[in-house]
T-cell receptor
Framework: GQNIDQPTEMTATEGAIVQINCTYQ??????LFWYQQHAGEAPTFLSY??LDGLEEKGRFSSFLSRSKGYSYLLLKELQMKDSASYLC??????????WGAGTKLIIKP | GAVVSQHPSRVICKSGTSVKIECRSL??????MFWYRQFPKQSLMLMAT?????????EQGVEKDKFLINHASLTLSTLTVTSAHPEDSSFYIC??????????????FGEGSRLTVL
C-alpha cells in the first residue's frame, strides 16, 4: 500500500532550528511536496522536490533522498508564526497526491 | 504566486438543502482541480479529481451523486453538496494545478469553505 509517515507533533524554541522528517512508500514517485497549514486555513505551498538533494528557500529548506524514500523540511530561525501543521505529500505514478497526516509544530518563546 | 479563489468561505445551511462551493483560478488556466475535505484534527482527504470538460474522478467511498462536481471551464470548478446532512459539516478545500507545469506543476489551494449543516 501507499503510506506517508511523519511525526505527529514536535516542539521547538523560538530562534532555533527544527527538522521535520517524512518517509514515504508509493506506487511510483513523481516528487514530494511540503505544505504549511495554520489552524482553520487552507494549506500553503512550501516546496517541491523531485531530484535528490537539498533545496533552500529562505529560512526553509527541503531535502529528498529517493533511494531511501525520505525527505525532511528544515526550518531555521524559528518564529512564533511558524507554529502550524506541516504536511508532507508524495506524488505517485498516477500523479495522485498521497498526504501524510501532518506534523503539528509548537514554537515556545 | 498564482491565486485560487474559493467562495463562500463559510456557509450554514439547513439539513436537506444543497450548497454550492466555487473554486476559481484567477491568473492561470487549471486543467485539473482537486477537491478535498478535512475533518477536525485530521489530514486532508481527497474527494475527487476534476478535469476540465470531462467527468470528475471520485475517490473510493465518496458518493458522486451527493457531491456533484462540475469543471466547465479552465478557471472554474464547482462542488455541490446535495441534500446536506449534519455529518457533511466539514472544511472543504479546492486546489488547482497550473497547466503550464504539466502533471508536476505546483498546486495552489483555495481559502477553504467551512460548511455547517444544522
Amino acid at each position: 500500500g501507499q503510506n506517508i509517515d511523519q511525526p505527529t507533533e514536535m516542539t521547538a524554541t523560538e530562534g532555533a532550528i527544527v527538522q521535520i522528517n517524512c518517509t514515504y512508500q508509493t506506487s511510483g514517485f513523481n516528487g514530494l511536496f511540503w505544505y504549511q497549514q495554520h489552524a482553520g486555513e487552507a494549506p500553503t505551498f512550501l516546496s517541491y522536490n523531485v531530484l535528490d538533494g537539498l533545496e533552500e528557500k529562505g529560512r526553509f529548506s527541503s531535502f529528498l533522498s529517493r533511494s531511501k524514500g525520505y525527505s525532511y523540511l528544515l526550518l531555521k530561525e524559528l518564529q512564533m508564526k511558524d507554529s502550524a501543521s506541516y504536511l508532507c505529500a508524495a506524488l505517485d505514478s498516477n500523479y495522485q497526491l498521497i498526504w501524510g497526516a501532518g506534523t503539528k509544530l509548537i514554537i515556545k518563546p | 504566486g498564482a491565486v485560487v479563489s474559493q467562495h463562500p468561505s463559510r456557509v450554514i445551511c439547513k439539513s436537506g438543502t444543497s450548497v454550492k462551493i466555487e473554486c476559481r483560478s484567477l491568473d492561470f488556466q487549471a486543467t485539473t482541480m482537486f477537491w478535498y475535505r478535512q475533518f477536525p484534527k485530521q489530514s486532508l482527504m481527497l474527494m475527487a479529481t476534476s478535469n476540465e470538460g470531462s467527468k470528475a474522478t471520485y475517490e473510493q467511498g465518496v458518493e458522486k451523486d451527493k457531491f456533484l462536481i462540475n469543471h466547465a471551464s479552465l478557471t472554474l470548478s464547482t462542488l455541490t453538496v446535495t441534500s446536506a446532512h449534519p455529518e457533511d459539516s466539514s472544511f472543504y478545500i479546492c486546489s488547482a494545478r497550473d497547466g503550464t507545469g504539466g502533471d508536476t506543476g505546483e498546486l495552489f489551494f483555495g481559502e477553504g469553505s467551512r460548511l455547517t449543516v444544522l
